[in-house]
Protein backbone atom coordinates (compact mmCIF):
# COMPACT_ATOMS: atom_id res chain seq x y z
CA UNK A 1 0.00 0.00 0.00
CA UNK A 2 1.15 3.36 -1.12
CA UNK A 3 0.46 5.03 2.46
CA UNK A 4 0.83 2.44 5.16
CA UNK A 5 2.55 3.71 7.70
CA UNK A 6 5.31 1.54 9.61
CA UNK A 7 3.25 0.13 12.58
CA UNK A 8 0.89 -1.24 9.54
CA UNK A 9 3.49 -2.56 7.72
CA UNK A 10 4.82 -4.58 10.56
CA UNK A 11 1.32 -5.61 11.33
CA UNK A 12 1.16 -7.01 7.79
CA UNK A 13 4.10 -8.46 7.94
CA UNK A 14 4.06 -10.33 10.90
CA UNK A 15 0.38 -11.20 10.89
CA UNK A 16 -0.53 -9.37 14.32
CA UNK A 17 -3.81 -11.23 16.13
CA UNK A 18 -4.69 -9.34 18.69
CA UNK A 19 -8.52 -10.94 18.88
CA UNK A 20 -9.83 -14.54 18.81
CA UNK A 21 -13.09 -16.13 18.76
CA UNK A 22 -14.95 -13.93 16.58
CA UNK A 23 -18.47 -14.46 16.37
CA UNK A 24 -20.61 -11.99 14.50
CA UNK A 25 -24.19 -10.69 15.19
CA UNK A 26 -26.69 -9.61 12.18
CA UNK A 27 -27.34 -6.24 14.08
CA UNK A 28 -24.79 -3.26 13.14
CA UNK A 29 -23.73 -0.24 15.49
CA UNK A 30 -26.06 2.83 16.10
CA UNK A 31 -23.32 5.05 15.22
CA UNK A 32 -20.02 5.57 13.66
CA UNK A 33 -17.20 5.19 16.07
CA UNK A 34 -14.18 4.76 12.92
CA UNK A 35 -14.84 7.01 10.25
CA UNK A 36 -15.99 4.37 8.15
CA UNK A 37 -19.93 5.54 6.86
CA UNK A 38 -22.23 2.97 7.89
CA UNK A 39 -24.71 4.06 4.71
CA UNK A 40 -21.47 2.69 2.49
CA UNK A 41 -19.86 -0.25 4.10
CA UNK A 42 -20.75 -3.35 5.59
CA UNK A 43 -20.46 -3.04 9.58
CA UNK A 44 -22.13 -5.13 12.31
CA UNK A 45 -21.32 -6.30 15.72
CA UNK A 46 -19.56 -8.69 16.80
CA UNK A 47 -17.80 -10.04 20.64
CA UNK A 48 -14.09 -11.67 20.38
CA UNK A 49 -11.83 -12.77 23.02
CA UNK A 50 -8.62 -10.60 23.39
CA UNK A 51 -5.27 -11.19 26.08
CA UNK A 52 -4.95 -8.49 28.46
CA UNK A 53 -2.70 -8.10 31.39
CA UNK A 54 -2.22 -12.44 31.58
CA UNK A 55 -6.32 -12.67 31.09
CA UNK A 56 -8.75 -14.08 28.38
CA UNK A 57 -11.29 -11.41 28.32
CA UNK A 58 -14.62 -10.60 26.15
CA UNK A 59 -14.69 -7.52 24.43
CA UNK A 60 -17.37 -6.30 21.91
CA UNK A 61 -16.31 -5.78 18.23
CA UNK A 62 -17.29 -3.32 15.16
CA UNK A 63 -16.47 -5.91 11.90
CA UNK A 64 -15.63 -4.05 9.12
CA UNK A 65 -16.67 -6.02 5.98
CA UNK A 66 -15.06 -4.95 2.61
CA UNK A 67 -14.96 -6.38 -0.88
CA UNK A 68 -11.93 -6.27 -2.64
CA UNK A 69 -13.66 -5.60 -5.89
CA UNK A 70 -14.06 -2.42 -4.25
CA UNK A 71 -10.10 0.00 -4.46
CA UNK A 72 -11.49 2.99 -2.66
CA UNK A 73 -13.89 1.73 -0.27
CA UNK A 74 -10.21 -0.42 0.86
CA UNK A 75 -8.18 2.18 0.81
CA UNK A 76 -10.39 3.95 2.90
CA UNK A 77 -10.72 1.00 5.71
CA UNK A 78 -6.82 0.96 5.55
CA UNK A 79 -6.70 4.36 6.32
CA UNK A 80 -8.58 4.06 9.11
CA UNK A 81 -7.35 1.15 10.44
CA UNK A 82 -3.68 2.15 9.93
CA UNK A 83 -4.34 5.71 11.72
CA UNK A 84 -6.16 3.60 14.49
CA UNK A 85 -3.09 1.54 15.13
CA UNK A 86 -0.71 4.23 15.12
CA UNK A 87 -2.33 5.51 18.10
CA UNK A 88 -2.59 2.31 19.64
CA UNK A 89 -0.88 4.00 22.75
CA UNK A 90 -3.17 6.27 23.66
CA UNK A 91 -6.33 5.58 25.63
CA UNK A 92 -8.53 8.17 24.21
CA UNK A 93 -8.59 6.52 20.76
CA UNK A 94 -10.68 3.43 19.95
CA UNK A 95 -8.02 0.46 19.11
CA UNK A 96 -7.69 -1.69 16.03
CA UNK A 97 -7.81 -5.17 16.98
CA UNK A 98 -6.76 -6.92 13.73
CA UNK A 99 -7.30 -7.71 10.39
CA UNK A 100 -8.67 -10.93 8.30
CA UNK A 101 -7.84 -11.18 4.58
CA UNK A 102 -9.41 -13.50 2.82
CA UNK A 103 -9.89 -14.42 -1.29
CA UNK A 104 -13.02 -12.21 -1.56
CA UNK A 105 -12.90 -10.02 1.63
CA UNK A 106 -11.36 -8.48 3.81
CA UNK A 107 -12.39 -7.50 7.59
CA UNK A 108 -11.40 -4.94 10.12
CA UNK A 109 -11.54 -5.66 13.69
CA UNK A 110 -12.50 -2.72 15.54
CA UNK A 111 -12.70 -1.90 19.46
CA UNK A 112 -16.59 -1.33 20.09
CA UNK A 113 -18.22 0.34 23.14
CA UNK A 114 -21.90 -0.06 22.41
CA UNK A 115 -23.21 3.14 24.51
CA UNK A 116 -21.02 5.62 23.60
CA UNK A 117 -23.03 8.46 22.19
CA UNK A 118 -20.94 12.06 20.60
CA UNK A 119 -20.86 14.62 23.33
CA UNK A 120 -23.13 17.13 21.09
CA UNK A 121 -26.00 14.48 21.70
CA UNK A 122 -25.69 14.42 25.35
CA UNK A 123 -25.51 18.28 25.90
CA UNK A 124 -28.50 17.99 23.36
CA UNK A 125 -30.69 16.18 26.04
CA UNK A 126 -29.30 17.94 29.27
CA UNK A 127 -31.71 21.50 29.43
CA UNK A 128 -32.38 23.24 32.89
CA UNK A 129 -30.57 22.26 35.89
CA UNK A 130 -29.45 19.51 34.34
CA UNK A 131 -27.23 21.68 31.65
CA UNK A 132 -23.22 21.23 32.37
CA UNK A 133 -21.61 24.69 33.77
CA UNK A 134 -18.30 25.88 33.93
CA UNK A 135 -18.48 25.04 37.12
CA UNK A 136 -18.97 21.48 36.96
CA UNK A 137 -15.90 19.16 37.43
CA UNK A 138 -17.64 17.43 34.59
CA UNK A 139 -16.80 19.80 32.34
CA UNK A 140 -13.14 20.59 33.05
CA UNK A 141 -12.99 16.95 33.30
CA UNK A 142 -13.97 16.75 29.19
CA UNK A 143 -11.67 19.81 28.97
CA UNK A 144 -8.45 17.75 30.07
CA UNK A 145 -10.12 14.80 27.66
CA UNK A 146 -10.50 16.44 24.63
CA UNK A 147 -7.21 17.99 25.00
CA UNK A 148 -5.50 15.36 26.01
CA UNK A 149 -7.01 13.67 22.83
CA UNK A 150 -5.81 16.17 20.25
CA UNK A 151 -2.48 15.73 21.75
CA UNK A 152 -2.01 12.19 21.03
CA UNK A 153 -2.95 12.62 17.50
CA UNK A 154 -0.63 15.56 16.93
CA UNK A 155 1.88 13.48 18.82
CA UNK A 156 1.31 9.95 17.33
CA UNK A 157 -0.38 10.16 14.35
CA UNK A 158 1.02 10.88 10.41
CA UNK A 159 -2.30 11.08 9.19
CA UNK A 160 -4.61 14.13 8.39
CA UNK A 161 -7.99 14.41 9.44
CA UNK A 162 -10.80 16.22 7.37
CA UNK A 163 -12.32 17.76 10.34
CA UNK A 164 -12.87 17.67 13.99
CA UNK A 165 -15.28 19.08 15.94
CA UNK A 166 -16.88 18.22 19.83
CA UNK A 167 -19.30 15.79 17.59
CA UNK A 168 -15.95 13.45 16.81
CA UNK A 169 -15.88 13.08 20.70
CA UNK A 170 -18.18 10.06 22.21
CA UNK A 171 -18.64 9.45 25.93
CA UNK A 172 -19.19 6.71 27.98
CA UNK A 173 -19.12 5.26 31.17
CA UNK A 174 -21.35 7.23 32.52
CA UNK A 175 -19.61 10.51 31.47
CA UNK A 176 -16.15 9.47 33.07
CA UNK A 177 -14.50 8.41 29.58
CA UNK A 178 -14.21 10.35 26.15
CA UNK A 179 -12.41 9.34 22.78
CA UNK A 180 -12.06 10.20 19.49
CA UNK A 181 -14.57 8.91 17.40
CA UNK A 182 -16.08 9.10 13.40
CA UNK A 183 -13.10 10.40 11.94
CA UNK A 184 -12.54 11.06 8.64
CA UNK A 185 -8.16 9.79 8.55
CA UNK A 186 -6.40 11.03 5.17
CA UNK A 187 -3.19 10.38 4.28
CA UNK A 188 -0.85 13.02 4.24
CA UNK A 189 1.72 13.22 0.69
CA UNK A 190 5.31 12.93 1.61
CA UNK A 191 5.53 16.13 -0.15
CA UNK A 192 3.72 18.30 1.74
CA UNK A 193 4.20 16.79 5.25
CA UNK A 194 5.47 20.31 7.08
CA UNK A 195 2.87 22.25 5.76
CA UNK A 196 0.01 19.75 6.33
CA UNK A 197 1.29 19.27 9.85
CA UNK A 198 1.32 22.89 10.31
CA UNK A 199 -2.17 23.08 9.08
CA UNK A 200 -3.34 20.22 11.13
CA UNK A 201 -2.05 21.68 14.39
CA UNK A 202 -4.29 25.17 13.64
CA UNK A 203 -7.29 23.18 13.04
CA UNK A 204 -6.93 20.80 16.28
CA UNK A 205 -6.40 24.23 17.89
CA UNK A 206 -9.16 25.66 16.66
CA UNK A 207 -11.82 22.27 17.26
CA UNK A 208 -10.41 22.54 20.82
CA UNK A 209 -11.23 26.18 21.43
CA UNK A 210 -14.62 25.66 19.42
CA UNK A 211 -15.23 22.78 21.48
CA UNK A 212 -14.58 24.36 25.17
CA UNK A 213 -17.08 27.26 23.90
CA UNK A 214 -19.85 25.08 23.06
CA UNK A 215 -19.39 22.84 26.27
Known amino acids: RK??????????????????????????????????????????RGTGVQRRAGEDLEVDVAIVTVPKTSASLGMAAWDSYAAHRELAMSPHVLEALGVDEGDHKTRFYFQLVAEAVPVTDLLASWQGPAAITEESPLFYHWLRATLHALSDVEKMSSYDLKEVALG????????????????????????????????????MARAWADGAEEL
Open 168 to 203: NFLVSDQGSTLRLGNLKWVPIETTQVASALVARSEK
Open 3 to 44: HASLIESQVLRRRIRTLRNVSQQSSSPKIDPFGLSLEVFQVS
